[in-house]
């Protein structure tokens, strides 16, 4: 069993990838299998590299609750190791070139 992420869209690079944080963590993720793209502040569940739905406003809050106690309660839970393995895996940003 896989367990998505959620996390929240800092930016959209294109049509088809945003930057997302995932407690601290920036990732790029695909938004190829999303009916909609979501809007930059959104909160999408991310499963191996892919955005697989956009979370409703309405249940972010309890979305994240749930997540916070699976990483800090989970103890030796292979999901639980898998998923913060998964986390500590940066992919490097480019920034921005100012001219």
Known sequence: MCLGMPGQVLELKSSSEAVVDFWG???CVRLDQ???PPAVGDFIIDHAG???RVIPIEDVADTLALYEILLTEGGEDPIVRNTVEE???EI???EPVLV
């Open 34 to 36: 999303l009916d909609f």
């Open 25 to 27: 963590v920036r990732k």
């Open 87 to 89: 986390l500590e895996c």
């Open 50 to 52: 892919s955005a697989v």
């Open 92 to 94: 490097e940003i480019e």
